[in-house]
T-cell receptor, first 112, second 112 residues
Framework: SAVISQKPSRDICQRGTSLTIQCQVD?????MFWYRQQPGQSLTLIAT?????????ESGFVIDKFPISRPNLTFSTLTVSNMSPEDSSIYLC?????????FGPGTRLTVT | QQQVKQSPQSLIVQKGGISIINCAYE??????FPWYQQFPGKGPALLIA?????SEKKEGRFTISFNKSAKQFSLHIMDSQPGDSATYFC???????????FGAGTTVTVRA
């Protein structure tokens, strides 16, 4: 298994600003993923972040809005840029470890 | 479109009863089917998972039944307890990219 932490756990932001979410894993992993979970909804994959390569984005998500960094095998960041109230969601990172995927506790973002 | 269909949306069960959640998929490339349990304010936690080469897997009070020909799988929670009250998500992934496709989720309420 893997232990994942995220910072911040929650934040309230003004529209038009940006927030960077950090994801730290307790072991080295190749594949990391970022998901969004809108209130009362299921999880939607934003992008796959592999160390040493550009993040791969899913349909409907673009790098300008959600830039991702993956500087090493235990850390990644997701930035939510130029925020609007529609970006209010829980953002979760996950890691693949031996085919199983483990999730962090999430970052609850509210945009006012 | 959603690649994994999950039902019911919610269910209520008495303490000691059996909770059953069903999922169906179309993509025959999927070869790993995990279930996640999520409590309010927490990230999803991996509960149990199955590969298509077995028809059933049991871990404690949780059992996955898998029907490869019908492309369906289900989660049974035996002797349901109030602490099992949570949202359950089925998911599926393939070895090509490890991306999880999630069902819509089922909110289970266990009444004491």
């Amino acid at each position: 298994s893997a232990v994942i932490s995220q910072k911040p756990s929650r934040d309230i932001c003004q529209r038009g600003t940006s927030l960077t979410i950090q994801c730290q894993v307790d072991s080295q992993v190749t594949m990391m993923f970022w998901y969004r979970q809108q209130p009362g909804q299921s999880l939607t994959l934003i992008a796959t972040a592999n160390q040493g390569s550009e993040a791969t984005y899913e349909s409907g998500f673009v790098i300008d809005k959600f830039p991702i960094s993956r500087p090493n095998l235990t850390f990644s960041t997701l930035t939510v840029s130029n925020m609007s109230p529609e970006d209010s969601s829980i953002y979760l990172c996950s890691v693949e470890a031996g085919y199983e995927q483990y999730f962090g506790p999430g970052t609850r973002l509210t945009v006012t | 479109q959603q690649q994994v269909k999950q039902s019911p949306q919610s269910l209520i069960v008495q303490k000691g009863g059996i909770s059953i959640i069903n999922c169906a998929y179309e993509n025959t490339a999927f070869d790993y089917f995990p279930w996640y349990q999520q409590f309010p304010g927490k990230g999803p936690a991996l509960l149990i998972a199955i590969r298509p080469d077995v028809s059933e897997k049991k871990e404690g009070r949780f059992t996955i039944s898998f029907n490869k020909s019908a492309k369906q799988f289900s989660l049974h929670i035996m002797d349901s307890q109030p602490g099992d009250s949570a949202t359950y998500f089925c998911a599926a992934t393939s070895p090509s990219d490890y991306k999880l496709s999630f069902g819509a989720g089922t909110t289970v309420t266990v009444r004491a």
